[in-house]
């Protein structure tokens, strides 16, 4: 009985330890493949997350309820601008069975970006990502509400994360004005026209996230109802 000669098994090795290879090739490549779209899928979770968290506040969006700041000074229903990235009041506040103290369906909340390595942050971060955000780029988006309306001593904000780390956020306004014309604006309330006392009428609001492998992400809500003026000293309107 013939059996192999050397040659013969050395092509054989040779063979085998190729077909190795290939074989640990393609399992790494599948193990970083699938690495690759389970991080994906988790920021798109959270930026879902994120999303559905922010039309609940907006669609829900209360105009004609003024809420007074800590001087007993009225702030306008809705508010964004360079010191405020988005603060209103909002309906829809379902109470709680097992919360002794009474309180109104209406809820004031307010959205912030903050440092992406500060404490409040921790909680919308993964244990890796908080072991290494000193070298995370970035911020951190919050919430942030009220058990009662009307700011006190003794009603402080109460804060959750929305998203984190994202690289920016901001709001667009839609709006309607005295003679139909829609507008976009950066800011709410917009400045009024000289001699126009009149508001506009907002209509739909816009935010612009970036985030993750996403780039910018925009999303639009319609607004409920209309800014209507405020009434005078007498209460008319």
Not at 18 to 36: H, I, P, W, Y
Not at 203 to 219: H, N, P
Request: proline share 6%.
């Amino acid at each position: 009985m013939r059996g192999f000669t050397l040659l013969e098994l050395l092509i054989a090795i040779f063979i085998t330890a190729l077909l190795a290879a290939g074989t640990v090739g393609l399992v790494f490549q599948f193990s970083e493949t699938n690495e690759r779209v389970t991080a994906r899928m988790d920021e798109l979770d959270r930026l879902q997350a994120a999303k559905s968290r922010l039309a609940t506040d907006i669609q829900q969006f209360v105009p004609r309820r003024p809420v007074a700041d800590e001087f007993n000074n009225l702030q306008p229903a809705l508010i964004s601008d360079d010191e405020t990235l988005l603060i209103l009041t909002r309906h829809g506040w379902p109470r709680s069975v097992i919360s002794p103290s009474r309180r109104s369906d209406l809820q004031r909340i307010e959205y912030q970006l903050i440092a992406i390595d500060d404490d409040r942050c921790r909680m919308g971060l993964t244990s890796e990502q908080w072991a290494q955000r000193d070298n995370l780029e970035g911020q951190c988006l919050i919430r942030r509400f009220r058990q009662h309306l009307e700011a006190e001593a003794d009603n402080p904000w109460r804060e959750q994360v929305v998203l984190a780390p994202v690289r920016a956020v901001s709001f667009g306004f839609e709006a309607r004005d005295r003679e139909g014309s829609m507008e976009t604006h950066d800011e709410w309330p917009p400045s009024a026209p000289a001699g126009d006392p009149e508001p506009a009428s907002l209509r739909a609001v816009t935010a612009e996230i970036e985030y993750g492998s996403f780039g910018s992400a925009v999303f639009r809500w319609l607004v409920p109802g209309d800014v209507l003026p405020e009434p005078d000293e007498e209460g008319q309107l």
